[in-house]
């Protein structure tokens, strides 16, 4: 089997109820689809989501089109690691971070789809898994437009309760530290002094005032304190971390190994949170894991839905599931996840849970 053909798709998803966090309203969104193809048929599925940043789709398909489909062309995509660091040889001068990582990802995530389609496994087992369930937490709050009152925020919540969610993670630091306070108090009206409750700064404090609202946030029973500094800030995770008790989690801006070997070593977070889109795709995401877990560190995904549900299932020092809730029709992906008690399962079908249904490529692609 060869690769004989690289193809993208790009997307723009509407202005439909945008909620926003710390840092970013999400109105308009964007997306790359991404499909491998080969001489025996198989065609091998990736997907990058773009969030707000809506005109990079171009870009990344100019990348992935005429500087790394090249590398691919007549390929055996069995050679996974081995095509990883050529399409990092490609990028290289212009660095392996940002567009550049997404690309490689995006790309990676198909050789490794195509492979479990080609062995006809669901690709948490092509991987090698340690377990068929992770607890799975709701980011439901948000902030969500036209609610002073809390209306749709406490609702989003009460829905995450309902369907048994193991915990529920909201936005804080857009305005401030007392209305930190009033939105914790909210949902811990909804969840019980037991429940799970995270929050979630989006990378704008500085350090003294990072320090000022967690020492608060603690004080309010909060389970941890994700993102609140930039993530290059490595010098003042470190800092943060030992003047807190509560857990310090980040990692979602860290692109690749090198990036999550400094943070690791540093001693700059409690919790691990890596991102699919960042981490370069399976290939690399399997060597943050054993990073990870050489350092004793937990992981809790950032974003849950498509391949990194299959990734968390193979990551031993894995703790928790991102997800955005009990999916509700039919979803963007021909695969969803099952959410049940708490817990989100290893899915069942062929493939890494990337390829995205005929009717999302429909409504949403550019032309």
Known sequence: ?????????????????????AQHRFGERAGVAVRVHT??????????YLGVSIHAGAALQTLIERQLAPVLINEDPYMTRLLRDRMWHALEYVGIQGLSHFAITALDSCLWDLMARDLGVPGW????????????????????????DLAKYRQAIETAVSDEMAGVKIKVARGSLEEDI?????????????????????????RNEA????????????????????PHDTAGY???????TMPVATGENHYGRYAVQ??????????LQPDARRTGGPSEWMEIAGLASAHHMPIASHGGEGVTTHLLMATPSAIWCETGGVPRGRGMYTDRARIEDGYIYAPEAIGFGTELRDETLAMCQVD
């Not at 048929?41 to 990058?48: E, F, M, P, R």
């Not at 320090?211 to 930039?230: D, I, M, T």
């Open 1 to 21: 089997m060869r690769i004989s053909d690289v193809q993208t798709i790009r997307l723009r998803f509407p202005d439909r109820d945008g909620y926003a966090d």
């Open 39 to 48: 001489d025996s048929g198989l065609v091998g599925h990736g997907y990058i």
């Open 125 to 148: 087992r092509l991987l090698g898994a340690c377990r068929d369930r992770i607890p799975a937490y709701a980011m439901v709050g948000w902030y969500y437009d036209d609610d002073d």
């Open 182 to 206: 009033r939105r914790i108090e909210a949902a811990r009206s909804i969840i019980g002094r037991e429940g799970v409750l995270m929050v979630d700064a989006n990378q704008v404090l500085d």
């Open 211 to 230: 320090l000022r609202r967690g020492l608060v946030y603690q004080e309010l029973g909060v389970y941890w304190f994700e993102e609140p500094l930039r």
């Open 238 to 244: 470190t800092w943060l971390c030992d003047h807190l």
């Open 262 to 271: 400094e943070l690791l070593s540093a001693g700059a977070c409690d919790i």
